[in-house]
C-alpha cells in the first residue's frame, strides 16, 4: 500500500491524558497537511509542513497541540491534556512537490474520543 | 457568511440521472478548486480539481468553475448506487494549497 498510512487508527483516552498519532505521507510527498473533522463537518486546516519545516499553523492549534516532522518524513501530531472537545476525526494529508496545483491526498485518519 | 458553502442535502437522484452538486466561496482571490467524496465513517478522497473558468471532464465526472460567480459545481453522469456518498468541495486561495478550506459537504443518495 503506497497510499498515506496514519496510526493508531482508533484511541480513546480520558480526559487530561496526553495522546499522539502519527502520519506517514506518499514516499516522496514533501508537504504533509494534519486537519480535523468532527462529525457533519468538513475537514479543518490545523498545520502545514514542508519537508521538516512547519510552515503554517491555524488559530484552531491550540496551546495543547504540538506538530513534528523531524526528518521530512513521517509527522506526528500531539495533544497534550486532552478535552471532550478535542474529539474528532484526525486527518493527514500529503502532497506531491513540483505541481501547479498540488491536490492532497488523505490518510485513512484516526479518530480520537475522550471520555 | 461561511467562506466555502454547500447545500447539506440530502440530495436524491435516480440510478442512472445526473446528480448535480454545488459549491460557493466567499474570497475572490481563491485560485484552486477541488471536490472530495467521502464515504461514510471514511477519509476524503479527491475525484478532481479545476482552476480555469470552464469545464473539466473526468470519466463520468465533469467540474465546473465560473469565477465571476464564485461558484464551482461537479456533475456527475450516469449516477451509481456506488456514487452514494459525501461531496466535499474545497478551495484555496493559492495554487500551492497550504491552506485549504472545505465546505461541510452534500450528502448524495443514488437510488437503485
Known amino acids: 500500500d503506497t497510499g498515506v498510512s496514519q496510526n493508531p487508527r482508533h484511541k480513546i483516552t480520558k480526559r487530561g491524558q496526553n495522546v499522539t498519532f502519527r502520519c506517514d505521507p506518499i514516499?516522496?510527498?514533501?508537504?504533509l497537511y494534519w486537519y480535523r473533522q468532527t462529525l457533519g463537518q468538513g475537514p479543518e486546516f490545523l498545520t502545514y509542513f514542508q519537508n521538516e519545516a512547519q510552515l503554517e499553523k491555524s488559530r484552531l492549534l491550540s496551546d495543547r497541540f504540538s506538530a513534528e516532522r523531524p526528518k521530512g518524513s513521517f509527522s506526528t501530531l500531539e495533544i497534550q491534556r486532552t478535552e471532550q472537545g478535542d474529539s474528532a476525526m484526525y486527518l493527514c494529508?500529503?502532497?506531491?512537490?513540483?505541481?501547479?496545483?498540488?491536490?492532497?491526498?488523505f490518510g485513512p485518519g484516526t479518530r480520537l474520543t475522550v471520555t | 457568511q461561511k467562506e466555502v458553502e454547500q447545500n447539506s442535502g440530502p440530495l436524491s437522484v435516480p440510478e442512472g440521472a445526473i446528480a448535480s452538486l454545488n459549491c460557493t466561496y466567499s474570497d475572490r482571490g481563491s485560485q484552486s478548486f477541488f471536490w472530495y467524496r467521502q464515504y461514510s465513517g471514511k477519509s476524503p478522497e479527491l475525484i478532481m480539481f479545476?482552476?480555469?473558468?470552464g469545464d473539466k471532464e473526468d470519466g463520468r465526472f465533469t467540474a465546473q468553475l465560473n469565477k465571476a460567480s464564485q461558484y464551482v459545481s461537479l456533475l456527475i453522469r450516469d449516477s451509481q448506487p456506488s456514487d452514494s456518498a459525501t461531496y466535499l468541495c474545497a478551495v484555496n486561495r493559492l495554487a500551492n494549497n497550504n491552506d485549504m478550506r472545505f465546505g461541510a459537504g452534500t450528502r448524495l443518495t443514488v437510488k437503485p
Open positions: 494529508a500529503s502532497s506531491p512537490p513540483g505541481r501547479e496545483v498540488y491536490e492532497q491526498y
Open positions: 514516499s516522496e510527498h514533501n508537504r
Open positions: 479545476i482552476y480555469s473558468n
